[in-house]
DNA sequence: CCCTAGTCGTCAT
DNA sequence: CGACTAGGG
């Protein structure tokens, strides 16, 4: 989904820690974040189809940092690939950008084919299967998740397996994860969210909010499974829920009211919020 | 103040 | 993905 301005609007819910507070604990880690910065940093070798190891050896890295730390790493991949329009739209955009980096990178211009080729990332199954072959030969937890990471964390915590996740996807918060930590970086320092923190939150009050009502905040807001209502963020999708926690009366009324262009093209946001 | 849409950085040397 | 920001409401 991503979450516009979550963070941003939730910076009192979060603290700057160190990895070391959670020794001993088991953290779960969204394996497409690090997949992903790693083979930023490898991007023309996957563009001109050679082999490197760089990605996976990014991966052990930053397990062997958290190792060290006393941390028990517990790797989550995406499982299913979305089939929705935006993940189509999204690849055939990294294939153009592959084939201009191609392009400048036969003229002999390396350094401008680079920002080409790490927009053109993408991250496929064969990347995953090769990091998960080294976390089987170090006895790393590991799990492919059978749709997206996001909820497989969620889950994994909510049941105990994990105390916490790292990330930097906003929609774990979505999800109801407990305690997530953002921007970790390679000596251990990262930002930690807190859930129980929310009531600390400034920009609007979210006591006595449960986690469903703030789903729906979110939802309402705009995310990529939907055409988002124009106008409508954070600030406003939580105005609406304040004054009526019933969905279907602010989809019905209210947006209307708030704003007039809004009509039945937006059916489809109706069905799912209501539903929802 | 609020929202949108566009740009830039992610690695690494 | 997020951070940041110019520009419109």
């Not at 974040?33 to 052990?60: M, P």
């Not at 499974?225 to 926690?245: A, D, E, W």
């Not at 009509?263 to 919020?273: F, G």
Request: aromatic content about 10%; hydrophobic content about 35%.
């Amino acid at each position: 989904m991503g979450i516009t301005g979550l963070l941003t609007v939730l910076k009192e819910a979060q603290e700057p820690v160190h990895i070391s507070s959670f020794k001993g604990q088991t953290l779960g880690i969204d394996g497409y974040v690090w997949l992903h910065k790693g083979a930023f940093g490898c991007s023309q070798e996957i563009a001109l189809g050679q082999d490197t190891r760089r990605y996976v050896n990014y991966i052990l890295k930053k397990i062997e940092m958290l190792r060290h730390f006393q941390i028990v790493p517990f790797v989550v991949f995406d499982g299913g690939s979305l089939t929705s329009k935006e993940e189509t739209e999204m690849e055939r955009e990294a294939k153009k950008n592959i084939q201009e980096g191609l392009r400048l990178f036969n003229m002999g211009l390396k350094k401008e084919a680079q920002t080409y080729f790490q927009r053109g990332i993408n991250i496929t199954p064969k990347f995953a299967k090769d990091v998960i072959e080294e976390l089987k030969k170090k006895n790393i937890q590991y799990v492919v998740a059978p749709y997206e990471a996001d909820a497989q964390l969620a889950y994994l915590e909510r049941e105990g397996t994990i105390q916490g996740i790292i990330t930097e996807d906003s929609d774990l918060i979505v999800y109801g994860c407990k305690k997530i930590i953002f921007k970790l970086d390679d000596a251990g320092n990262g930002m930690l969210f807190d859930r129980e923190r929310l009531g600390q939150v400034r920009s609007f009050s979210l006591r006595g909010w449960t986690d469903e009502t703030f789903r729906k905040m979110c939802i309402l807001s705009g995310c990529d499974y939907l055409s988002s209502v124009h106008g409508v963020g954070l600030k406003r999708s939580h105005k609406y829920l304040q004054r009526s926690r019933d969905i279907k009366q602010i989809a019905e009324n209210q947006w209307i009211a708030f704003h007039p262009q809004i009509d039945s093209e937006n059916d489809e946001i109706r069905r799912v919020i209501c539903s929802g």
